[in-house]
């Protein structure tokens, strides 16, 4: 298909503003733009038409199956979106008197509430705009913490082999090391190797829980007391919090603060790579070193806090993505006390309903009762037939199924890890794990008919390597 | 109460029964007891129609104005229909990131699109699919100049305060120094700059118009980076690029920028838009998601996310940034916008921003209201006054949020969107406010 650019001619345009009701003035020649600018030049009917083209080319939540792990693709329920765009949320400035945005600071603040409330936490911050935004944020918190303590030799964060690539990435952003540590052969974090790296230079450890794997950290008591012990805080990286809402908090397992993923857990959309939004809780230790400002009550009304001397500052302009943390509101006030509980409990059924059915084909790595998500491994099937993670999630594309995550986590080779969500129907997994044992008996009749797929796409697979090679980032005309 | 769950608990029984389980607390049987909740303190459920209602009443109590005089960072301007529209499509809103790419094109060649666009309206080579907003690509543009032995980034003092304290965390987070370069009559003293400038110097980064609206000279600060061996970064307003020298003609190395501008709501602050390009020369430091074109098998063009050998899911504590989202519908809002708009709607809009502020700032002018500063601006300014919330209260009771106090002025920030006649009226009420 065309790009836009090849659709343009000159000439074209929108007619979109009235003409200039007062004098017109003009920059100084010295000041002034001399290169020209090589937007589109489009009427309204082709944009439209160019759009829609590319729509037709994307894959949604709306358009099928996504069983993209570690990602929750659940549901995006259309009212949180409608309700973000109501006028008296959408058109107020982030600079206008805080008497004339009490709705949006009360919309703040029960959130907070609400949110505290499910994951044990004391207090949250909506300032960071993305679950590794939400990271960085929560390191710099226990970073202050020593800090403030004079702790200054803690410079070590622990990090599990099978944590998120963004968990040692945020602990280099800080100036920290990251240890990371092997996890045991039942795939959790394993105690004497966790004993065996903390230490006086132990600020903190991140911990997921339920782990990428899909397991919960049956000894999670003990490793948060290991830590807390050795003088170091404990992380809670939120990602896979939808296992277990409603049915146990980290702030009960000794987390001294997380991050949540508001466009995982709590139903915001994806947006093709964001917006989302990555709130950071905390218990009340760590409540002076929030990002500023923080809302507060006072009186019947709220307002905004500046004066915060021990906070680790801004990350973001503003509030955060407050019509995403709008969308997470309208979202826990719809499900409410029980329905929270239903989703995990739900999403937790789903994964083991679809684990045990494929692990009569498929090696699933660490074969126990999953959480929400359960990690499958191809190695057998590439070593004897040649066939990779790769090929199966390309097959799947053609029977109309978003392939689930691949080679992660990097401690299973060739992974395929697969989270189907509590919003999916039976039947909608059924036909999933029909078509994975159907491309499976394909990969062991007929190996090679998988290597060409996917097949029914505007373009087969995509030569990575030369785009990496001889990067072309831009139209160049 | 309210669900999405489409499992039946007849179907529920049968996987249940499928798993050889009682019940669906066996399935959490791995999770310690001394950890389970009973019950979680939250509000019943509730129906469609009455969270509408509980969130529309919270919607109430904020005010909305007709007329805005405010910007310092957020801006109103007119969104185009086709806009919204185009970000309103299903698929656009509940899509991944597009690791997938055979069956992402679509979103891959949208952002491709906006990184062509966002080269051409700053004037640089290359640019990543977006971050979350201006603030936060300023941090990540200065973490992009970080060597070894160059471990001190400079800012000007004239910089938007939130973009400041967000440089500030970041730095203080690497252990990198920040020096806030002083003003000097609302711009960068480039003479102070001149003797702060030493061998450690990594980068200098001014923000272009100015937080106080002010034009800077950043040909001149651009070429003392230089001299002292630091890279030079301007944060831009994307609209007030449409007519002034842009940051590829200004020599800059880097250029990030706050997109909101470019078809985004306001939305009490987010979510927005960071726009982020550099030169080819420092096109691999770029941190976050890019896309690239290739060719697929049979030669046909397709679209890729690339350079992720630069990313975390690959470097992990290697990595310098852990950047691996963009705000990807904002870009594709923004995308919309200057396609919309195109080359001369972009220019129409930046000339009449900067006409009609230039008439308020007159008339203001010619009722006693100075302006704190000589020489050009663009859709911002500061006029004195020592007393501004008489003034701003007046303009509050008739439905018009005026500018931002400030230490011993008002901002003031003109659209597209300020009429004459509301400008009249901003005049007439000052005039009014200021004779009690």
């Known amino acids: 298909m065309k790009l836009i650019f090849e659709k343009s001619v000159p000439g074209r345009r929108l007619s979109l503003l009235p003409d200039c009701d007062v004098p017109v003035c003009k920059l100084p020649e010295s000041l002034r733009r001399t290169t020209p600018i090589g937007l589109p030049e489009m009427s309204e009917n082709e944009l439209s038409r160019h759009y829609s083209a590319l729509e037709r080319r994307s894959f949604g939540v709306n358009n099928g199956f996504y069983p993209l792990g570690s990602c929750t693709m659940k549901y995006n ?87 998120h690539g963004t968990n040692p990435a945020t602990v280099s952003m800080t100036g920290m090391t990251a240890v990371s540590i092997e996890s045991g052969p039942d795939g959790r974090v394993d105690l004497d190797k966790l004993k065996a790296v903390v230490g006086p230079k132990t600020a903190g450890l991140m911990l997921t829980n339920p782990n990428t794997l899909g397991l919960f950290e049956k000894d999670i008591l003990e490793i948060t007391d290991i830590i807390h012990k050795a003088g170091g805080l404990v992380y809670y990286d939120g990602a896979n919090l939808n296992a277990i809402m409603g049915i146990a908090r980290p702030g009960d397992m000794g987390f001294d603060c997380v991050h949540l993923n508001l466009h995982k857990t709590f139903s915001t959309p994806h947006g093709g790579g ?204 | 109460m309210g669900s999405y769950i489409p499992s039946t608990p007849e179907q529920r029984r049968e996987m249940l029964n499928f798993l050889g389980l009682s019940d669906t607390d066996a399935l959490f049987d791995e999770i310690p007891a001394a950890v389970r909740v009973n019950a979680l303190d939250l509000p019943k459920g509730q129906s469609e129609l009455g969270v509408r209602r509980q969130m529309e009443a919270m919607a109430a109590k904020n005010r909305v104005f007709p007329t805005i005089f405010r910007g310092a960072g957020a801006y109103r301007h007119y969104i185009p229909s086709i806009v919204k529209s185009v970000t309103s499509k299903e698929t656009f809103i509940t899509t991944y990131t597009p690791y997938q790419a055979e069956m992402s094109q679509g979103v891959l060649q949208s952002i491709f699109e906006y990184q062509t666009m966002i080269c051409e309206l700053t004037g640089m080579d290359v640019s990543n699919a977006s971050t979350y907003d201006g603030a936060s690509a300023a941090a990540e543009a200065v973490a992009m100049c970080r060597e070894r032995k160059r471990r001190v980034a400079y800012i000007s003092a004239t910089t938007q305060p939130d973009v400041i304290d967000t440089v500030r965390t970041y730095c203080w987070a690497a252990g990198e120094e920040l020096v806030i370069v002083p003003e000097k009559d609302g711009r960068t003293d480039t003479e102070a700059l001149s003797t702060l400038l030493n061998d450690e110097a990594a980068c200098v980064y001014v923000q272009q118009p100015n937080y106080y609206g002010l034009v800077e000279d950043c040909e001149a600060i651009g070429q003392m980076a230089h001299e002292a061996g630091a890279k030079f970064i301007m944060g831009i307003n994307p609209i007030a690029a449409a007519v002034l020298k842009s940051p590829g003609e200004c020599g800059a190395d880097i250029a990030v920028g706050e997109g909101q501008p470019l078809g985004l709501s306001l939305s009490f602050g987010g979510p927005y838009l960071g726009f982020m390009t550099a030169t080819k020369a420092m096109m691999r430091k770029l941190p976050g998601r890019i896309v690239g074109e290739t060719t697929d098998k049979e030669g046909n063009r397709a679209y890729v996310l690339t350079l992720q050998a630069r990313e975390q899911h690959i470097r992990r504590e290697k990595a310098s940034s852990n950047l691996c989202s963009n705000q990807a519908l904002c870009a594709l809002a923004a995308g919309v916008y200057m396609a919309a708009m195109g080359p001369e709607g972009m220019k129409q809009v930046a000339t009449q921003c900067m006409s009609k502020a230039r008439y308020l700032a007159a008339g203001l002018e010619g009722i006693g209201l100075h302006r704190a500063h000589t020489g050009e601006f663009f859709h911002e300014f500061v006029t004195l006054c020592d007393h501004p919330q008489p003034l701003l209260d007046a303009l509050e009771q008739a439905g018009i949020l005026g500018g931002l106090p400030v230490e011993g002025g008002i901002l003031w920030c003109v659209t597209e969107m300020n009429t004459k006649d509301e400008m009249d009226r901003v005049i007439e009420i000052c005039r009014e406010a200021m004779a009690v």
């Open chain 1, 77 to 163: 329920p259309r009212i949180n979106d409608e309700m973000s765009a109501l006028p008296g949320f959408a058109d107020i400035h982030p600079l206008q008197p805080v008497h004339t945005v009490q709705g949006a600071l009360e919309a703040l603040a029960l959130a907070e509430q609400l949110l505290c409330e499910i994951t044990g936490m004391d207090h949250m911050t909506f300032q960071p705009a993305a679950g590794a935004h939400g990271e960085l944020t929560g390191i710099l918190l226990i970073k202050r913490y020593h800090a403030e303590r004079g702790d200054t030799e803690r410079t070590e964060i622990i990090v599990p082999d099978s944590a």
């Open chain 1, 274 to 477: 964001g917006p989302g939004s990555g709130p950071v809780g905390c218990k009340d230790f760590l409540a002076p070193y929030l990002p500023r400002p923080v809302v507060e009550k006072e009186g019947e009304g709220y307002t905004l806090d500046y004066e915060r001397p021990l906070s680790i500052g801004r990350i973001k302009t503003f509030y955060g993505n407050f019509a995403i943390v709008l969308r997470a509101l309208t979202y826990v006030l719809t499900l409410g006390r029980e329905g929270i509980k239903e989703a995990s409990t739900q999403a937790v059924l789903n994964a083991n309903y679809m684990r045990k059915k494929l692990s009569e084909c498929y090696d699933i790595a660490y074969d126990y009762t999953c959480m929400h998500e359960f990690v499958m491994t191809l190695s057998g099937l590439k070593k004897e037939k040649g066939i990779t993670a790769a090929d199966i999630a390309k097959a799947l594309i053609d029977r109309g199924i978003h392939p689930p995550t691949m080679y992660f986590p990097l401690i299973v080779p060739e992974a395929l890890m697969i989270e189907p969500v509590e919003t999916e129907s039976k039947e909608t997994m059924d036909e999933a794990i029909e078509a994975l044992l159907d491309i499976y008996k394909v990969a062991c009749a007929d190996p090679e008919s998988l290597h060409a797929a996917p097949l029914t796409t505007p373009v087969g697979r995509v030569d990575e390597t030369a785009a990496a090679r001889h990067p072309k980032l831009r139209y160049e005309g």
